[in-house]
């Protein structure tokens, strides 16, 4: 069975930092992994979305993420943290059959 | 465009009450997902309609929990009776239709059970 692990449940970093969220997954087969984003209030929403091909891929909002095959991993990066990313990210893995599992979610705070 | 509507936004029952939820996805989307998302964990897969079709419901708690997707459009999910942990986000989501493809989410219904 496919599993999804995001190791840090909550992250702070102040504004103008870089940012990376970890993502690894547990899958027996090539996934398609995809980054989604819950603001306060709002419906999640697709960032990005790694199928094959370039391993770096990126996304809206400024948002870029690596698949990492030996790793096991696609961790989320940004390179200067806005206010406004302040939500709760997910990392989800599709199987080939298109069923998706997703990770608990890191909550970012941005300060000022 | 308009999104994935839900409704009620809140809902407050007692524990052994019913509560049925309503989805009405982005017209022309064929799948349409039902998630229960419980306070600090991720979404979690509860059915899958392709059109009026059932794609994948192995996660649904049958005993309780029912859905409907009549005419392939909207969508009711349903709790009889709702236990204490039932208490969760559901959200509801759709796609067009192809497998893997962006899912577009509504705001969900926040459940508690009281």
């Known amino acids: 069975a496919q599993s999804v692990t995001q190791p840090d449940i909550h992250i702070t970093v102040s504004e103008g930092a870089s940012l990376e969220l970890r993502c690894n997954y547990s899958?027996?087969?090539?996934?398609?992994l995809f980054w989604y984003v819950q603001s306060p209030g709002q419906g999640l929403q697709l960032l990005l979305k790694?199928?094959?091909?370039?391993?770096l891929v990126q996304g809206i909002k400024g948002f870029e993420a690596e698949f990492k095959r030996s790793q096991s991993s696609f961790n989320l990066r940004k390179p200067s943290v806005h206010w406004s990313d302040a939500a709760e990210y997910f990392c989800?893995?599709?199987?080939?059959?298109?069923?998706?599992?997703f990770g608990d979610g890191t909550t970012l705070t941005v300060k000022p | 465009e308009a999104g994935v509507a839900q409704s009620p936004r809140y809902k407050i029952i007692e524990k052994r009450q019913s509560v049925a939820f309503w989805c009405n996805p982005i017209?022309?989307?064929?799948?349409l997902y039902w998630y229960q998302q419980i306070l600090g964990q991720g979404p979690k897969l509860l059915i899958q309609?392709?059109?009026?079709?059932?794609?994948?419901d192995s996660q649904l708690p049958k005993d309780r929990f029912s859905a409907e997707r009549l005419k392939g459009v909207d969508s009711t999910l349903k709790i009889q009776p709702a236990k204490l942990e039932d208490s969760a986000v559901y959200l509801c989501?759709?796609?067009?239709?192809?497998?893997?493809?962006?899912?577009?989410f509504g705001s969900g219904t926040q459940l508690s059970v009281l």
């Open positions: 989501a759709s796609s067009l239709g192809a497998t893997n493809e962006k899912l577009f």
């Open positions: 899958y027996g087969a090539t996934p398609y």
């Open positions: 790694y199928f094959s091909g370039d391993t």
């Open positions: 989800v893995l599709n199987t080939n059959a298109g069923k998706s599992t």
């Open positions: 017209s022309g989307h064929a799948t």
């Open positions: 309609f392709q059109n009026n079709g059932v794609v994948d």
